[in-house]
């Protein structure tokens, strides 16, 4: 009976364990990585088709959770071939240069309840900026959604030059839903 009782233990503390460190897998299906910013005066939306979002969340042990992405410029829609043609060129993107937009994350620290401030940096064309925004945490029964929302100064990474028409403000919308491998 005491050998079964601390093998049930170990089981247990073991599973507590590889949970903590247990990375999620993407679902990229339903992950999406969005952007609005006015040009003209009109809203412009778009999207990047391809990335990659990693994280280890647990809200039992935010130390060691991290959030990092990786974006393949290239990948860039906005619903117009020219457009998108035009984004990948140095003055905006230069995607042969930089052909990755990437974020690490530093620190996700409690806010309230499944709010979280998620800190990091990102780095566009080469320009590598502090990043804080809130992330808000949905646990599912096979593993979670977060959701990100924040604004960026595109002149801040080099993007758009002093463009007249274009808006300086570009708002990001982030959904990553992982689960448990």
Known sequence: MWIKLR????????????CFSQELVQNDSASAITFTIKNFGFKVAGRFNDFTISSNFNSDN???AFLNAEIKVKSIF??????????????????EEHPTITFESTEIAIEKNSKYR??????????KKK??????????????????????????????????VLSDEV???MKYVGSKN
């Not at 093998?7 to 590889?18: C, H, K, P, R, Y």
């Not at 906005?78 to 995607?95: G, I, K, M």
């Open 7 to 18: 093998m049930l233990l170990f089981v247990l503390l073991f599973s507590t364990f590889t």
């Open 62 to 64: 935010l130390k060691n």
């Open 78 to 95: 906005t619903d117009s071939d020219s457009r998108d043609a035009h984004l990948l060129e140095p003055d905006y993107f230069a995607a």
């Open 118 to 127: 998620l800190t990091g940096f990102l780095t566009i064309k080469g320009v």
């Open 131 to 164: 990043v804080v925004t809130l992330l808000e945490v949905i646990r599912l029964k096979t593993g979670i959604t977060m959701l990100a929302n924040f604004t960026l100064d595109r002149k801040d990474f080099g993007v758009g030059g002093n463009s007249l």
């Open 171 to 173: 708002n990001i919308k």
